[in-house]
C-alpha cells in the first residue's frame, strides 16, 4: 500500500516497453487497457486518502526528500491523478476499435507504447514534487504525444507534430531555464523546499527572471492565447482517440503545473504582488475565450472547431485561477475537471463519426441525427456542457467563475460579460453540428453505415453520462476542487 | 563584468542565435538546428552554476578537498538526452514530411497544404 505513488508511474513506464515486445495489436490493447485500470484504481485509492487533507510523501528509492526525489500527493494532485488516470481508462477502451480504421495494423503495438508512455509522463508531472524531475515528466509526455500526433491518416499531420514539437521543445527548456535559475538562488529543487527557501532571495531579478521564463514556458505548454498556435492543427489531424485523449489531459495537466508554480512554490504575494501575473493572465486569457470560440465558428472541419474550442476554455481556467480568490481558483480546478469529461465526451463522439464515416467535416455530420442517434445525443450533451447549459457539468464551473467574478468590481464586470458571449458564441458554433445533423437528410450511403459500434458508444456514453451526473450531483467535484483551492491559498 | 561573467555571456549570445535561427530558418532541418543551439546554451548555464572557483571535476581523489557541484551535471546529462531525443524524433518527422510533401522547406509546404 506505501507503495502506491511509485506504482502509480512505474506501472505505465513498465508496460509501454512490454507493449512493444507483444506486437499484436489486441494484446497490446489488452495490457494498456488493463494498466490504464490499475492506474484508476491506484488513483481513486490516492485521492481517497486525501480527503482528509493527508499528504503523502514518498521517497522515491529511500532517498529522504529535499535530497532525494519525492512524490507527494496533496488534494490538487490527487483530484489531477484520478482526472487524467479515469480518461485515461476511458478512451484507451475507445482506442481498440477506433485505431483499427485510422493506422495501419503493424503500428498498433508502437500506437499503444507512445500511449502509455504519455500517460506515464502526464501522471509523473502531476504526482513528482521535484521541480527537476516535472521537467523529465514533461519531456516524456511531450515527446510521445508529437509521436501519438503523427500517427494521424493524413500528411498534415507530421506538419502538425513538427510545429508542437518545436513550440513544445522551446516551452520546455524556457521551464528548464527557470527551474536552473531557482536552483541557482536556492540550491534545491524539492518544490516543498523551495518554497521554504524562496522568500529569503525574492528580491533578485534572478528570481524574477526564473518566475518570467515558467509561466511562459508553462504558457505554451497550456496554449495560453497567443502561444495557441500548435494546437488546433495537433489535434485536428490526430488520431481520435488521441484528440480526446491529449485535449482532456494534457493541457489540463500543463495548468496544473502552473498552478504549482504560483501557488506552492512562488506563493500568492510574489506572484501576483510583486509580479503584474494578474493583469496579463486575465487580459490574455479574456482574448483567448473571444478568439478561440470565433475561430471554432468558422471551422470546417469539426476536429478543428473543438481544438479551437478548447482554446477558449483554456481562458476560463485561467480566468478562475488569476483571480486568486478561494471561489476563484476552485473554480478554475472545477473547470479543469469538467471541461476535461465534456471535451473528451465531444471528441470521442466525433471519433465514432469519423470511424462511421471516414472523416469529420460537417458535411459529414448530415442526418446523423437520424442514422447515428446514440452518437449524436453524446456530441450533444457535450454541446450543452460547452455552452454551460443548467444540468450538465459544464454549468457548475461557469456558475462558480461568475461568483468569483462577483468579487471583483468592474473586472469582475467585464470577465462576466465575456463568459456569457463565450457561451454565446458556443451555442453558435454547436448550432451548426446540431442543425446539420438533425436539419438534413442524410446520404443514403450513411444511412447504409448505421450506428457506430458499442465498443466506441459505451466509453462516449460514460463520459456524457458523467458531465451530466458531475452537472446534478456537484458534491464531490465541487468539494474537491474547494478543498484543493483552499489549501493551495491557506495551508502551506 | 565581460571577463567574469564570460560564461554567461555566451549562454545569452547562443540562447538568441539559437531562438533566432528556430523562427527565422525556412528549412526544418535548420528550425531542428536552431533548436539544438538553444538548448546546448541552457546545458552551458547549468554547467555554469556548478562551478566553483578552484574546484575540480567532482571525482575522489587524494589530496583534493574543492569539487565542483556535481548536480548540475547529472541534471544536465538527463536534459542532454532528452535533447538527443528529441532532435532524433525531430529529424525522423523531417524525414516523413519529406517523403509526403517532397520537400522541407516551410514555405513550399504552406504552399502544398494551402493549394489542397
Known amino acids: 500500500m506505501s507503495h502506491l505513488p511509485a506504482l502509480q ?9 512490454i507493449c512493444l515486445l507483444l506486437r499484436k495489436s489486441s494484446l497490446a490493447w489488452l495490457l494498456a487497457l488493463g494498466v490504464a485500470l490499475c492506474g484508476l484504481a491506484i488513483s481513486i485509492v490516492l485521492f481517497h486518502r486525501t480527503l482528509n487533507g493527508e499528504i503523502i510523501s514518498y521517497a522515491m528509492g529511500g532517498w529522504e526528500p529535499p535530497w532525494g526525489i519525492e512524490y507527494r500527493v496533496d488534494r490538487l494532485s490527487a483530484f489531477v491523478l484520478l482526472i487524467v488516470s479515469a480518461i485515461a481508462a476511458v478512451t484507451f477502451a475507445f482506442a481498440n476499435r477506433s485505431i483499427a480504421r485510422e493506422i495501419p495494423l503493424q503500428k498498433h503495438s508502437l500506437f499503444y ?14 504526482i513528482t514534487g521535484d521541480a527537476f524531475n516535472l521537467f523529465v515528466f514533461l519531456e516524456i509526455s511531450s515527446l510521445s504525444s508529437y509521436v501519438l500526433i503523427s500517427f494521424g491518416r493524413e500528411r498534415r499531420a507530421l506538419t502538425a507534430a513538427f510545429q508542437y ?6 516551452g520546455a527548456t524556457m521551464i528548464l531555464i527557470g527551474t536552473g535559475f531557482i536552483y541557482m538562488m536556492t540550491g534545491t529543487l524539492n518544490m516543498a523546499d523551495l518554497a521554504l527557501r524562496l522568500p529569503g532571495v525574492m528580491d533578485t531579478n534572478t528570481v524574477r527572471a526564473a518566475f518570467a521564463f515558467l509561466i511562459v514556458g508553462f504558457s505554451i505548454k497550456l496554449a495560453l492565447f497567443p502561444l495557441h498556435v500548435w494546437l488546433p492543427n495537433s489535434y485536428a489531424y490526430a488520431p481520435s482517440v488521441v484528440s480526446a485523449f491529449l485535449a482532456a489531459t494534457a493541457t489540463k495537466v500543463a495548468i496544473y503545473s502552473l498552478i504549482r508554480f504560483i ?3 512562488f506563493g500568492v504575494d510574489f506572484a501576483f504582488g510583486e509580479m503584474p501575473l494578474q493583469v496579463i493572465l486575465i487580459l490574455l486569457s479574456i482574448i483567448a475565450v473571444f478568439v478561440g470560440s470565433l475561430s471554432a465558428i468558422f471551422q470546417l472541419n469539426i476536429k478543428h472547431m473543438l481544438a479551437y ?6 481562458g476560463y481556467i485561467i480566468i478562475g485561477i488569476a483571480l486568486v480568490s478561494a471561489v476563484g481558483l476552485s473554480a478554475g480546478i472545477l473547470h479543469l475537471f469538467n471541461h476535461a469529461l465534456i471535451k473528451g465526451c465531444l471528441f470521442l463522439a466525433v471519433g465514432c463519426v469519423f470511424y462511421q464515416q471516414g472523416d469529420a467535416t460537417i458535411d459529414n455530420f448530415k442526418g446523423l441525427g437520424k442514422t447515428m442517434p446514440w452518437t449524436m445525443a453524446a456530441f450533444v450533451i457535450g454541446g450543452l456542457g460547452i455552452i454551460g447549459m443548467p444540468l450538465t457539468a459544464g454549468f457548475v464551473s461557469k456558475w462558480y467563475l ?13 470577465i462576466i460579460i465575456s463568459v456569457l458571449l463565450g457561451s454565446l458564441l458556443a451555442v453558435a458554433y454547436i448550432w451548426r453540428i446540431v442543425e446539420a445533423a438533425y436539419f438534413n437528410q442524410p446520404e443514403a450511403a450513411a444511412i447504409e453505415r448505421g450506428e ?3 465498443a466506441l458508444l459505451i466509453p462516449t456514453w460514460i463520459l456524457a453520462l458523467a458531465t451530466i451526473y458531475f452537472g446534478i450531483f456537484t458534491q464531490l467535484s465541487v468539494d474537491a476542487a474547494m478543498q484543493a483551492a483552499q489549501s493551495l491559498l491557506g495551508g502551506k | 563584468m565581460i571577463v567574469g561573467l564570460f560564461n554567461y555571456w555566451i549562454v545569452i549570445l547562443m540562447m538568441m542565435l539559437g531562438f533566432y535561427v528556430v523562427i527565422a530558418a525556412n528549412n526544418l532541418i535548420k528550425k531542428v538546428i536552431g533548436l539544438n543551439i538553444f538548448q546546448t546554451s541552457v546545458f552551458i548555464l547549468y554547467i555554469s552554476i556548478g562551478k566553483i572557483s578552484g574546484g ?3 571525482i575522489l581523489t587524494e589530496g583534493v578537498e574543492i569539487y565542483a557541484n556535481p548536480l548540475p551535471q547529472v541534471l544536465i546529462l538527463t536534459a542532454i538526452v532528452v535533447g538527443v531525443a528529441t532532435t532524433a524524433l525531430g529529424l525522423a518527422l523531417i524525414v516523413r514530411i519529406k517523403e509526403a510533401y517532397d520537400t522541407i522547406e516551410e514555405d513550399e509546404i504552406y504552399l502544398q497544404d494551402r493549394t489542397l
Do not use: K
Not at chain 1, 508511474?9 to 516497453?17: D, G, N, Q, T
Not at chain 1, 514539437?165 to 522551446?170: H, S, Y
Not at chain 1, 461568475?402 to 467585464?414: K, N, S, T
Open chain 1, 263 to 265: 501557488f506552492t512554490i
Open chain 1, 165 to 170: 514539437l518545436i513550440m513544445g521543445t522551446i
Open chain 1, 402 to 414: 461568475v461568483l468569483a467574478a462577483l468579487e471583483h468590481g468592474v473586472v469582475g464586470m467585464i
Open chain 1, 113 to 126: 507504447t507512445a500511449l502509455l508512455l504519455c500517460l506515464a509522463g502526464l501522471l509523473g508531472i502531476t
Open chain 1, 309 to 314: 474550442s478548447s482554446v477558449a476554455q483554456i
Open chain 2, 56 to 58: 575540480t571535476a567532482p
Open chain 1, 9 to 17: 508511474i512505474v506501472l505505465p513506464l513498465l508496460a509501454a516497453p
Open chain 1, 452 to 454: 457506430a459500434p458499442l
